[in-house]
């Protein structure tokens, strides 16, 4: 079973998905308490799961997110990083990480950046 599965039987229909052993290990607390934390009236319980991820298996944070949680419609789409291009270039270009790309990219001139982005540019349509 998909996670989404799981969180639309906590969100809308009420009805327990989670029967068996099988169903237990397909339920991914992380997925479900992320979705979940988006939302003000569901964030509280999602971050008591999170703070309680050692001590309670993945049926018993089902049974609490199943029967605590008030039936509603949720949907949201989940928060995606932005995206740098200058940050990319200076990766390609010195070879760095992520994480040194950006203290790199800050000491930079923009006559520089200019000069990297013509060395890495491999032509074609924009």
Known sequence: MSPFQ???SINDTKKNIMLDDLDEKGYVPFMVNRSLSYFPDTVLFANEMNKLHNSLD???Q????????????????????DLDSDID??????????EKARQVHH????????????????????
């Open 6 to 8: 799981y969180l639309n």
């Open 58 to 60: 993945n049926k018993l």
């Open 62 to 81: 089902y049974d609490f997110l199943i029967n605590i949680i008030r039936k509603r419609k949720r949907f949201s789409k989940w928060i995606k990083p």
């Open 89 to 98: 270039v200076v990766k390609e270009y010195y070879g760095y990480s992520n």
């Open 107 to 126: 000491l930079l001139t923009s006559e520089q950046m200019n000069e990297l982005r013509k060395k890495v540019n491999k032509g074609g349509r924009k």
